[in-house]
């Protein structure tokens, strides 16, 4: 994909690329099946966070989890992509345990359909 100059302007973008092809351990606050706090829908994927990052909304570094379909509490997987946003600066890391199978574009996004709006990211990858 070819980066657009408003997605080198992103300092979301900037602080996850970092993390693209890297090992990444993550802590998940809102696991496999559990409910959105303030939007009710239901996570269908591991979510969390990069634990000692810090991203521009004053947490860390957010991941969605592609790998089993059971609530876990931590995990460590392989990047292979980001979520960056297209209409705020909150990106969100796509971590598959390793060995997993190469997702395409089209999995993803199926993946995160329950909290991403299509048209609204774009996914980079390597």
Request: proline share 7%; glycine share 8%; charged share 25%.
């Amino acid at each position: 994909m070819t980066d657009t100059p408003a997605m080198e302007d992103s300092e979301s973008l900037r602080s996850a690329r970092r993390f693209l092809g890297r090992t990444v351990d993550l802590v998940f606050d809102r696991p496999y099946g559990s409910h959105h706090p303030t939007c009710g829908f239901r996570y269908l994927a591991n979510y969390g966070y990069v634990p000692g990052t810090l991203a521009p909304d004053g947490a860390e570094l957010d991941a969605y989890y592609l790998g089993p379909a059971e609530p876990m509490v931590r995990a460590r997987g392989l990047c292979v992509g980001i979520i960056h946003r297209l209409y705020d600066d909150d990106d969100k890391l796509i971590v598959v345990p390793d060995g997993s199978p190469v997702l395409d574009d089209a999995a993803i996004a199926s993946a995160v359909e329950f909290q991403e709006t299509a048209g609204h990211y774009v996914i980079v990858r390597l």
